[in-house]
């Protein structure tokens, strides 16, 4: 399984950026993929999350500025971001979840077994 995400890069604060990230040789017709992020010196944490069928779950700083969809057929997640903040600026990571189900765990991130390299997104006050 390879996750490959794109889409990063620099924008000035209340802009937006769209991520993308396309799994490759994941088969599951049940799954669960999301978005985690880390800027320097802090935790990873759970940005936003897409079940196969459609359920979602956002952390509360992105709540009304982010949107996570999903194409099934090409197995591609995207993280739409608008009225951007400097707080979003950190390395974004693309998730899959560890092994097809109808169980969805949010932002559960010990629940995702297979992950991207990451993507920069910068944001300039």
Do not use: H
């Amino acid at each position: 399984v390879q996750l490959v995400e794109s889409g990063g890069g620099s924008v000035q604060a209340g802009g937006s950026l769209r991520l993308s990230c396309t799994a490759s040789g994941y088969t599951y017709s049940n799954y669960f993929m999301g978005w985690f992020r880390q800027a320097p010196g802090k935790e990873r944490e759970g940005v936003g999350s897409i079940s196969s069928y459609g359920a979602t779950k956002y952390a509360d700083s992105v709540k009304g500025r982010f949107t996570v969809s999903l194409d099934n057929a090409k197995k591609t997640l995207y993280l739409q971001m608008n009225s951007m903040k400097a707080e979003d600026t950190a390395m974004y990571y693309c998730g899959a979840a560890a092994y097809g189900s109808y169980w969805y765990s949010g932002l559960q991130e010990s629940a995702f077994g297979y992950w991207g390299q990451g993507t920069q997104v910068t944001v300039s006050s």
